[in-house]
């Protein structure tokens, strides 16, 4: 059984463990207690982390061009 990795199943699993990572820290984070500008600055690395995932998923692959 051949397996391949290829950069965009590593992009896909890096910008995964990122909302993965960011989402968990926030939660510890919060267990512990924040004030509201922690507050702010999880919820901006929770939205960024998210916007990367969904980027990397939507983005064409590279040398595909698109059509209008």
Do not use: C
Request: no cysteine; proline share 3%; glycine share 12%.
């Amino acid at each position: 059984m051949k397996f391949e990795v290829t950069a965009n199943d590593l992009a896909e699993w890096g910008s995964a463990g990122l909302v993965f990572l960011s989402g968990a820290m926030t939660g510890h984070y919060a267990a512990i207690g924040m004030s509201t500008v922690q507050w702010a600055g999880a919820a901006a690395a929770i939205l960024g982390s998210v916007t990367v995932a969904v980027a990397v998923r939507v983005w064409p692959p590279h040398g595909v061009k698109v059509e209008d």
